[in-house]
T-cell receptor, first 120, second 112 residues
């Protein structure tokens, strides 16, 4: 299947700093990428959908000025957590949609391994 | 209203026994239903999907799921569980706007 990577896999930062997480589709071009947040023992919460070359669409309740998403190319989307606070600590997972393949059909999402963010 | 529900937080089975992880959905029209598995500190891996056709869907690692329209369910099953099947399982439904909505997840523990 298609491969999606995330970097870093784990990051610890001080409160008030900004952290950038990268999501890359390694062997396909992803016109659409998704960012999820997973709380401990909780499900994935969709934060935003990003389409290459246009502004991200944020879910209700997600602060777009705090969680900056950039999808500048067909293989890279970035999530920047600005002025991070301890409550932003979470597991962030991205996914990318490959319109041409996937056992789940043309709309299947391929997930990255996730990034564990800890804000002290 | 929640689109997909997994009523069990935890399922425990003995190795070699059959397992079932439950999922119900509540979307209108014909649902697109998925099962994903997540191992510790990893992303989600696709297991199987139901789009149309046979109600019994076979997927990866010997898993299968049965779509039941009258009960609005899509339970995940495996005839003989392995210890390595222990993981977090998510049911998901694709909504009309193509967003994926995930259930809360069910932690499966298979004991030797």
């Amino acid at each position: 299947g298609a491969v999606v990577s995330q970097h870093p896999s784990r990051v610890i930062c001080k409160s008030g700093t900004s952290v950038k997480i990268e999501c890359r589709s390694l062997d396909f071009q992803a016109t659409t990428m998704f960012w999820y947040r997973q709380f401990p023992k909780k499900s994935l919460m969709l934060m935003a959908t990003s389409n290459e070359g246009s502004k991200a669409t944020y879910e209700q309740g997600v602060e777009k000025d705090k969680f900056l998403i950039n999808h500048a190319s067909l293989t890279l989307s970035t999530l920047t957590v600005t002025s991070a606070h301890p409550e932003d600590s979470s597991f962030y997972i991205c996914s990318a949609r490959d319109p041409f393949r996937g056992a789940g059909g043309p709309l299947e999402q391929f997930f990255g391994p996730g990034t564990r963010l800890t804000v002290l | 209203a929640q689109s997909v529900a997994q009523p069990e937080d935890q399922v425990n089975v003995a190795e070699g026994n059959p397992l079932t992880v439950k999922c119900t959905y509540s979307v209108s029209g014909n649902p697109y239903l998925f099962w994903y598995v997540q191992y510790p500190n990893r992303g989600l891996q696709f297991l199987l999907k139901y789009i149309t056709g046979d109600n019994l869907v076979k997927g990866s690692y010997g898993f299968e799921a049965e779509f039941n329209k009258s009960q609005t369910s899509f339970h995940l099953k495996k005839p003989s569980a392995l210890v390595s099947d222990s993981a977090l399982y998510f049911c998901a439904v694709r909504e009309r706007n193509n967003d994926m909505r995930f259930g809360a997840g069910t932690r499966l523990t298979v004991k030797p």
